[in-house]
């Protein structure tokens, strides 16, 4: 008699494969870093226990808050308030040096037709006679210095026109003085003709002056504007830059590569 082994049910089944690292996220166990805990909330694969998520490895981030794009616009509202400034600044440099050449120049010591005036001169103020009348007139003058030798007097290369104190002046000679010393220098106009005279300054005596104020008048506006364009071109190519970061980080969940842009 032989034994037989009692039937038995076939049975199958499938056995579940171990999910992969990569397949599902997992909940972090109790000593998990915040960055783990992060990765997981957002849906994030996790390394193998043991091991850390690294930054700029492609692990998704909570999003990052967006603030003000940077530099601000006020940087380009002040670059061309220094523009205007100095405009301004140069416009009142040269008006001051213009109206102080014109006062230099203008005659300080004033005598009427046919009379006189002693007046200490120098060659370095280039001194220069004066004239003012109510209309064309012939005028004779002479400048002697104290031994009586006399001055030359030459007519100025170029018309020179001062006013001051409501009374216009024109330049009649310059007074060539050999030396500086007190001279005496008369005139006298047309019989009935109202002529006033007087000895005052070129105005090529305070051509540095001059230059000065319009040194001012051209430098420091041009400098205000290269000024103001280079600050306006630094803040808008900067402020794009940071702009395109700023929607990379919002699209991607975390600043790509490296810390957000600076402040």
């Excluded at 109510?134 to 007097?153: E, I, M, Q, R, Y």
């Amino acid at each position: 008699m032989s034994e037989s082994n009692p039937p038995v049910n076939d049975a199958t089944t499938r056995i579940p494969r171990p999910a992969s690292p990569g397949d599902q996220p997992y909940p972090p166990g109790p000593t998990a870093s915040p960055r783990q805990h992060a990765a997981a909330q957002y849906g994030a694969p996790l390394p193998p226990p043991g091991q850390t998520l690294p930054y700029g490895a492609g692990q998704p981030y909570p999003p990052a808050a967006r603030g003000p794009v940077r530099p601000r616009v006020l940087w380009i509202v002040l670059a061309w308030l220094v523009a205007v400034i100095c405009t301004v600044v140069g416009v009142a440099g040269f008006a001051g040096g213009l109206f102080k050449t014109l006062g230099d120049a203008a005659p300080t010591h004033t005598f009427a037709s046919g009379g006189s005036v002693s007046v200490r001169l120098d060659p370095a103020d280039k001194p220069m006679l004066y004239a003012s009348a109510s209309g064309p007139t012939d005028v004779t003058c002479f400048a002697l210095d104290s031994s009586g030798g006399k001055a030359d007097l030459t007519r100025p290369k170029a018309s020179q026109v001062v006013t001051a104190n409501g009374r216009t002046w024109e330049g009649l000679f310059d007074i060539g003085v050999p030396a500086p010393g007190t001279y005496k220098v008369s005139c006298k106009g047309e019989d009935g003709k109202q002529v006033l005279f007087g000895v005052g300054k070129s105005l090529t005596a305070s051509a540095g002056t001059l230059a000065g104020g319009v040194a001012s008048l051209f430098l420091l506006p041009l400098g205000g504007f290269l000024f103001a364009v280079i600050v306006t071109i630094v803040v808008l190519v900067r402020r794009r830059g940071n702009r395109k970061r700023m929607a990379a980080a919002s699209a991607y969940g975390a600043w790509p590569q490296g810390a957000p842009p600076a402040a």
